[in-house]
């Protein structure tokens, strides 16, 4: 029996479907919606969307090999907001990578080229760096294969590291290559970090997390506050981190095993305790990219990619009443994003095209795909107002 019985909102919606599939002439046709079924987890019943949900726009294609999204909302006005999206290049063909910026609209605006020995991976954005005598929107990417992290400011994205910053630094540089990044902003006192994963490490210290200070000359400099993280081992890794600023938690994908949760701030007196391991059934395959839709500064849903199947697995993010660390599985929804690795959701209203919010996922034919948060959402899940 599931730790917890369904809620009377689920038993109602099973019952809905049954009915509605029961009235279509062609079980594999629901008369324009979605098809859909009740699926059992390990956490309880959930729905599945089985067939894919389209993308409103797909950006226009880069140059090699696109890996991870991130999105830049625009203070005054949301309609020109940024997507920043990296392109890891292609080794065999040496061809260079690099971050992109394209515009709502899916249009590439800007390139940043970053040679393909670097190796372009993950990137993420957080607002309000004390910087001099004011305040700036950043985006954090990684480098694998030169092992460092480059800060830029926003939305000109313009460099403020020097060059980048090394990591990882007294590992044997075989487990230096990172890869994920989530930048964590702590609402206590507005102090930045970022917590970085790898192609591989050891178990325990698998994560390694570094404050972002004011240099005092326009630049930033970075500290380096813990080691953490537990690791199932190879042939997996942990690529995918996701910081949930107000709850002060960190979501990492053990892709092999489940999604890994932790406390974000390293002051915290349980700051290295695993304080979940949850999507641990009912994968394909690889726990890929992870996202945060939030409905205010405590509910909302996680979304993580379920690459090989071409889908998303949602979860509450606010876990249950008794149980803040229970995160149940709500929904899977098929996408026509191919192989997806990387994602990124936004629950503001952007524009027309994006009312309630935006989920954007890399495709595996060189393009982010662009979703409106109400075709992900469906019938199931909150928006929020």
């Known amino acids: 029996m599931p730790k917890y019985f369904p809620n009377i909102v689920l038993m109602i919606l099973a019952a809905f479907v049954v009915v509605m599939i029961s009235n279509c002439s062609d079980a594999g046709e629901t008369k324009g919606m979605p098809v859909k079924r009740i699926a059992e987890g390990e956490d309880g019943p959930f729905v599945e969307i089985l067939q894919p949900v389209q ?44 971050l992109y910026v394209f515009n709502l609209a899916g249009k590439i605006v800007k390139k940043i080229d970053v040679p393909v020995t670097e190796r372009p991976n993950n990137v993420d954005i957080d607002y309000g760096f004390k910087l001099g005598s004011g305040t700036i929107d950043i985006a954090v990417m990684t480098l694998r294969d030169a092992r460092k992290i480059r800060v830029y400011r926003l939305p000109e994205v313009a460099p403020i ?16 290559r990172v890869m994920g990044v989530g930048i964590y902003k702590r609402a206590a006192d507005n102090a930045f970090y970022v917590i970085l994963s790898r192609k591989e490490g050891p178990s325990g210290t698998y994560l390694w997390q570094y404050r972002l200070n004011d240099a005092g000359d326009g630049s930033i400099n970075i500290t380096k506050v813990r080691e953490f993280g537990l690791w199932s081992g190879p042939p997996g890794e942990i690529e995918a981190i996701v910081v949930d600023d107000e709850l002060g ?86 996408t026509a994003a191919d192989a997806s690795d990387g994602s990124e959701a936004i629950s503001i209203g952007l524009n027309e095209q994006f009312p309630n919010g935006l989920f954007i996922a890399m495709s595996n034919d060189r393009t982010f795909q662009m979703y409106s948060w109400l075709d992900i959402a469906g019938e199931e899940l909150r928006i929020r107002k």
């Open 161 to 176: 590291d020097n060059g980048g910053f090394d990591v990882f630094v007294g590992d044997p540089d075989s487990i230096r």
């Open 249 to 334: 938690y960190v979501y990492c994908s053990d892709e092999l095993l489940g999604i890994r949760k932790y406390h974000a701030d390293p002051d915290h007196a349980k700051a290295n305790k695993e304080l979940a391991i949850f999507g641990i059934d009912n994968f394909i395959s690889d726990r890929e990219g992870i996202s945060i839709y939030k409905i205010d500064d405590k509910t909302g849903y996680i979304l993580v990619s379920d690459q090989q199947g071409d889908r998303f697995q949602i979860f509450k993010r606010e876990g249950e009443p008794d149980d803040p660390h229970f995160h149940r599985r709500i929904k899977i929804v098929k």
């Open 55 to 98: 993308p409103v726009l797909t950006t226009e294609k880069v140059v090699a090999d696109t890996d991870d999204p991130a999105v830049w909302i625009h203070p005054d006005d949301p309609t020109k907001s940024l997507i920043l999206g990296t392109d890891k290049g292609e080794d065999d063909d040496g061809i260079d990578g690099g």
